[in-house]
């Protein structure tokens, strides 16, 4: 394959991985997505293969990520979305090298968890959006989240995908039947797992119990950053929701639930500073009577800073346990490197107030259960939302204000994100958002209430499992990761053994001719 169809093929793929995303969700082309750049990767240099994934990358990140472009404009999504791609650039790099080797399609799906793993941690925290298991929120292989979590999905996934490139390389080169059984093995078992355990759903829950939620989706005066000028509207909405619903529960048309969430942002206004808005969450909480998670901005320590907070209100004694966002978003919530950031986007300078990072693991007690509580983003961290079922959460809440992104992809991949923490997790999520997509979740990751249309007030009321057990993904925490990314390490190293590079002609320069097969 001459260069140049190489390129192409890298940029197809690329595309192609995006649909496997919502609000596409077409799960099995994430398969395609990686056999095509594998393919496009094989019996390459290693600097071929880096802008080889390059050229993937930026085709993937770019259309996946368009929405934030809305909040910071095109030059910083671009500059995001080539930062993410470096990654892919670096994947493309090893690929070429790992294909050599004896079962390449193990190594190829090593590679990726590699590649993730050093995503989702760098820099500044790292971004995890578009990792390949967040695609499998709807597949049978959503299943391997609960044994190894999102990096087990994303090996399965890319085993299945270098397999697949595997086939198409030996069916092109005539060698088809001595490896048709092995090929068809190595992409049916896993697969095949999957589809057997779909049934079985979550683990059994002696200790378990049901309750009823609710989940009020207020809505903001309007679209963009601009409704952050109009705060106290957006405290009125949830306000305003929260008494139709305690009016419903008066009337009896809807039983009384034992927890409320707000979503982040509910109060864009301090209640510990702005006595009115104090007063007003407080009639809201008592009419409702229970304890209503309250997506708050608090400000301080001192003028420059706020905290992203999420406020256990009660009904009887006010506001209590706290949990503060341990993950701010950088160049959103905090700059970083603020007067290149400035001098990219003149946007940057609406981030007057840095947003300081909270600590601890995610729990909030003193309500009528222990909750696990992220907010926003965090929850494609991994560590950050299994830190509180560790902890002992029996119910995982995601407070999230998707007000920014407008009409787009945003809010559904969060939602898919989402999905597979249920699963990962054993947990009952439940996503509140300001305009939606807000939704009930149940452990086996299917969505049980969801609002419908953004930018419309929505009230969810829902009965859920309170879980106890725990998932072997909870249990054994980032140690698949660590394990398929020290292989992935060893498989680099043994490709690079000195003996093996003089005697492997593939590692040799490659002249034109040699570009095709």
Same mark, same amino acid.
């Given at each position: 394959?001459?260069?140049?169809?190489?390129? &192409?093929?890298?940029?197809?793929?690329?595309?192609?991985?995006?649909?496997?995303?919502?609000?596409?969700?077409?799960?099995?082309?994430?398969?395609?997505?990686?056999?095509?750049?594998?393919?496009?990767?094989?019996?390459?240099?290693?600097?071929?293969?880096?802008?080889?994934?390059?050229?993937?990358?930026?085709?993937?990140?770019?259309?996946?990520?368009?929405?934030?472009?809305?909040?910071?404009?095109?030059?910083?999504?671009?500059?995001?979305?080539?930062?993410?791609?470096?990654?892919?650039?670096? &994947?493309?790099?090893?690929?070429?090298?790992?294909?050599?080797?004896?079962?390449?399609?193990?190594?190829?799906?090593?590679?990726?968890?590699?590649?993730?793993?050093?995503?989702? %941690?760098?820099?500044?925290?790292?971004?995890?959006?578009?990792?390949?298991?967040?695609?499998?929120?709807?597949?049978?292989?959503?299943?391997?989240?609960?044994?190894?979590?999102?990096?087990?999905?994303?090996?399965?996934?890319?085993?299945?995908?270098?397999?697949?490139?595997?086939?198409?390389?030996?069916?092109?080169?005539?060698?088809?039947?001595?490896?048709?059984?092995?090929?068809?093995?190595?992409?049916?078992?896993?697969?095949?797992?999957?589809?057997?355990?779909?049934?079985?759903?979550?683990?059994?829950?002696?200790?378990?119990?049901?309750?009823?939620?609710?989940?009020?989706?207020?809505?903001?005066?309007?679209?963009?950053?601009?409704?952050?000028? %109009?705060?106290?509207?957006?405290?009125?909405?949830?306000?305003?929701?929260?008494?139709?619903?305690?009016?419903?529960?008066?009337?009896?048309?809807?039983?009384?639930?034992?927890?409320?969430?707000?979503?982040?942002?509910?109060?864009?206004?301090?209640?510990?500073?702005?006595?009115?808005?104090?007063?007003?969450?407080?009639?809201?909480?008592?009419?409702?009577?229970?304890?209503?998670?309250?997506?708050?901005?608090?400000?301080?320590?001192?003028?420059?800073?706020?905290?992203?907070?999420?406020?256990?209100?009660?009904?009887?004694?006010?506001?209590?346990?706290?949990?503060?966002?341990?993950?701010?978003?950088?160049?959103?919530?905090?700059?970083?490197?603020?007067?290149?950031?400035?001098?990219?986007?003149?946007?940057?300078?609406?981030?007057?107030?840095?947003?300081?990072?909270?600590?601890?693991?995610?729990?909030?007690?003193?309500?009528?259960?222990?909750?696990?509580?992220?907010?926003?983003?965090?929850?494609?961290?991994?560590?950050?939302?299994?830190?509180?079922?560790?902890?002992?959460?029996?119910?995982?809440?995601?407070?999230?204000?998707?007000?920014?992104?407008?009409?787009?992809?945003?809010?559904?991949?969060?939602?898919?994100?989402?999905?597979?923490?249920?699963?990962?997790?054993?947990?009952?999520?439940?996503?509140?958002?300001?305009?939606?997509?807000?939704?009930?979740?149940?452990?086996?990751?299917?969505?049980?209430?969801?609002?419908?249309?953004?930018?419309?007030?929505?009230?969810?009321?829902?009965?859920?499992?309170?879980?106890?057990?725990?998932?072997?993904?909870?249990?054994?925490?980032?140690?698949?990761?660590?394990?398929?990314?020290?292989?992935?390490?060893?498989?680099?190293?043994?490709?690079?053994?000195?003996?093996?590079?003089?005697?492997?002609?593939?590692?040799?320069?490659?002249?034109?001719?040699?570009?095709?097969?």
């Amino acid at each position: 394959m001459r260069t140049r169809w190489a390129a &192409l093929l890298a940029v197809a793929s690329g595309l192609v991985g995006v649909l496997a995303f919502p609000r596409f969700g077409f799960w099995p082309l994430a398969f395609v997505s990686v056999a095509g750049f594998s393919i496009a990767a094989h019996g390459r240099r290693s600097r071929t293969g880096a802008w080889l994934g390059l050229l993937y990358g930026m085709a993937f990140f770019g259309p996946l990520l368009h929405w934030t472009g809305i909040y910071v404009g095109a030059a910083p999504w671009l500059i995001l979305a080539l930062s993410q791609a470096a990654f892919l650039a670096g &994947l493309g790099a090893v690929l070429p090298l790992v294909q050599r080797l004896p079962a390449a399609p193990v190594w190829v799906a090593t590679a990726w968890v590699l590649q993730e793993a050093l995503r989702d %941690r760098l820099p500044f925290g790292g971004f995890p959006w578009g990792r390949l298991a967040f695609s499998q929120a709807e597949s049978p292989l959503r299943w391997f989240a609960a044994l190894g979590g999102a990096p087990l999905v994303t090996f399965v996934v890319a085993l299945a995908g270098g397999a697949l490139a595997l086939a198409v390389a030996h069916l092109a080169a005539a060698r088809w039947r001595p490896v048709a059984l092995a090929t068809a093995l190595v992409v049916a078992v896993p697969v095949l797992g999957a589809v057997l355990s779909w049934p079985l759903g979550p683990a059994p829950d002696s200790q378990g119990a049901t309750t009823t939620v609710a989940l009020i989706q207020g809505n903001v005066p309007e679209l963009g950053l601009a409704f952050e000028e %109009r705060a106290r509207q957006v405290l009125d909405n949830h306000i305003a929701q929260t008494a139709k619903l305690a009016a419903q529960i008066k009337a009896g048309t809807v039983p009384r639930p034992s927890l409320v969430v707000w979503p982040e942002d509910a109060s864009d206004v301090d209640p510990f500073e702005d006595a009115t808005a104090y007063r007003a969450i407080d009639a809201a909480v008592k009419a409702i009577g229970v304890p209503v998670l309250v997506g708050a901005i608090l400000q301080g320590p001192g003028p420059t800073h706020r905290r992203n907070a999420g406020i256990l209100w009660s009904p009887t004694t006010g506001p209590g346990a706290t949990y503060i966002k341990r993950h701010p978003v950088p160049f959103a919530e905090y700059i970083p490197l603020r007067s290149a950031a400035e001098f990219v986007s003149s946007d940057a300078k609406l981030v007057s107030q840095d947003m300081v990072a909270g600590h601890g693991n995610g729990l909030v007690k003193g309500g009528p259960y222990p909750i696990g509580d992220v907010i926003c983003f965090e929850i494609a961290y991994d560590g950050l939302v299994r830190s509180s079922v560790a902890a002992g959460a029996r119910l995982l809440v995601v407070q999230t204000n998707n007000a920014t992104f407008g009409h787009t992809a945003e809010t559904y991949q969060q939602l898919a994100m989402s999905q597979l923490r249920a699963v990962e997790n054993g947990r009952t999520v439940l996503q509140v958002a300001t305009t939606g997509v807000s939704a009930v979740i149940g452990p086996d990751g299917r969505i049980r209430e969801r609002s419908g249309k953004l930018y419309t007030p929505a009230i969810l009321v829902a009965s859920v499992p309170l879980r106890t057990v725990r998932t072997p993904a909870t249990r054994v925490g980032a140690i698949p990761e660590y394990v398929l990314a020290a292989l992935a390490l060893a498989a680099l190293a043994w490709s690079l053994r000195p003996a093996r590079r003089s005697a492997d002609p593939s590692a040799a320069p490659e002249p034109e001719e040699m570009v095709r097969t």
